[in-house]
């Protein structure tokens, strides 16, 4: 079992930029790829970045590349997303996931456990 909360969301202008965390629980979570997806109201949840348990694999949707980067520190149990150049586009409900049983994924199927989300706001 792999426990998932998100920080580091808020209220940012265009432009701007937000660090998001992902804490997870669990003696196990360097073994766990882990992904980035999020869902804005009305519109289905959609990927954003998954990286794999050693962190050499990565990859991003190609809304976001080149503005986000995804990271982690498995000594502290903790993935990051770094979001710069913010977009109104980017306003969403973000959550991390983790997944056991797969490499590296976009699809969220794939994935096992489910943080809380944090929402980002991007005003124009």
């Known amino acids: 079992q792999v426990q998932l909360v998100e920080s580091g969301g808020g209220l940012v202008q265009a432009g701007g930029s937000l660090r998001l965390s992902c804490a997870a629980s669990?003696?196990?979570?360097?073994?766990?790829?882990m992904g980035w997806f999020r869902q804005a109201p009305g519109k289905e949840r959609e990927f954003v970045a998954a990286i794999s348990w050693s962190g050499y694999n990565i990859d991003y949707a190609d809304s976001v590349k080149g503005r986000f980067t995804v990271s982690r520190d498995n000594a502290k149990n903790m993935v990051y997303l770094q979001m710069n150049s913010l977009k109104p586009e980017d306003t969403a409900a973000y959550y991390c996931?983790?997944?056991?049983?797969?490499?590296?994924?976009?699809?969220?199927?794939?994935?096992?456990?489910w943080g809380q989300g944090t929402q980002v706001t991007v005003s124009s």
């Open positions: 996931a983790a997944s056991n049983y797969v490499r590296l994924s976009s699809v969220s199927a794939d994935y096992d456990f």
């Open positions: 669990g003696r196990t979570f360097s073994t766990y790829a």
